[in-house]
T-cell receptor
Framework: AQSVTQLGSHVSVSEGALVLLRCNYS??????LFWYVQYPNQGLQLLLK??????LVKGINGFEAEFKKSETSFHLTKPSAHMSDAAEYFC?????????????FGGGTRVLVKP | DSGVTQTPKHLITATGQRVTLRCSPR?????VYWYQQSLDQGLQFLIQ???????AKGNILERFSAQQFPDLHSELNLSSLELGDSALYFC?????????????FGPGTRLTVL
């Protein structure tokens, strides 16, 4: 069975500073990996996804993530934080299965951006 | 706006009751998924339907059931409600049924069981 671990349930960054959110996964087969963002009182929005093409994936709002198989990681970064980046971020994994598509989520990391 | 709609937005009910949550997928999407988000369990996959057929099942309680109708909308039925069922329930949809399909999430239904 697959699983996802997000290190740090809360991260505080200054506006303009690097945002780094950590995600490690466990999967018995090559996985597909996703990062979602959840703003207060809203649903989840896809930031980016890795589906076995390029290991460096660029997403929306200036975010990118790098798939590192040797480290079983898929960390999310953004060079310069904006106030609008304050939200909760979820890393998720799915694996090719005979049927169906199930996302397994990490516990989430809440990002606070300080002015 | 993802194009996925969920009704109602909020639901308050009592223990032992039964409720129905409704989801309309994005136009053209054949897969519908249900997830539960709670403080203690986080985001958990419940069930997936593809074109009316059940495709994958997660940790869905026996008191919960779902279906997808011919017009592709889906309903999640929760019965014999307990306090612990209070959570945010999300519906998501995707074009296909495979694991590399991007899932688009609705705004959720917040269920409060008193």
């Amino acid at each position: 069975a697959q699983s996802v671990t997000q290190l740090g349930s809360h991260v505080s960054v200054s506006e303009g500073a690097l945002v780094l959110l950590r995600c490690n996964y466990s999967s018995s087969v090559p996985p597909y990996l996703f990062w979602y963002v959840q703003y207060p009182n809203q649903g989840l929005q896809l930031l980016l996804k890795y589906t076995s093409a390029a290991t460096l994936v660029k997403g929306i709002n200036g975010f990118e993530a790098e798939f590192k198989k040797s480290e079983t990681s898929f960390h999310l970064t953004k060079p310069s934080a904006h106030m609008s980046d304050a939200a909760e971020y979820f890393c998720a994994v799915s694996v090719p299965q005979a049927a169906g598509n199930k996302l397994t989520f990490g516990g989430g990391t809440r990002v606070l951006v300080k002015p | 706006d993802s194009g996925v709609t969920q009704t109602p937005k909020h639901l308050i009910t009592a223990t032992g009751q039964r409720v129905t949550l409704r989801c309309s997928p994005r136009s053209g999407d054949l897969s519908v998924y249900w997830y539960q988000q709670s403080l203690d369990q986080g985001l958990q996959f419940l069930i997936q339907y593809y074109n009316g057929e059940e495709r994958a099942k997660g940790n869905i309680l026996e008191r919960f059931s779902a279906q997808q109708f011919p017009d592709l909308h889906s309903e999640l039925n929760l019965s014999s409600l307990e306090l612990g069922d209070s959570a945010l329930y999300f519906c998501a949809s995707s074009t296909g049924q495979g694991s590399n399909n991007e899932q688009f999430f609705g705004p959720g239904t917040r269920l409060t069981v008193l």
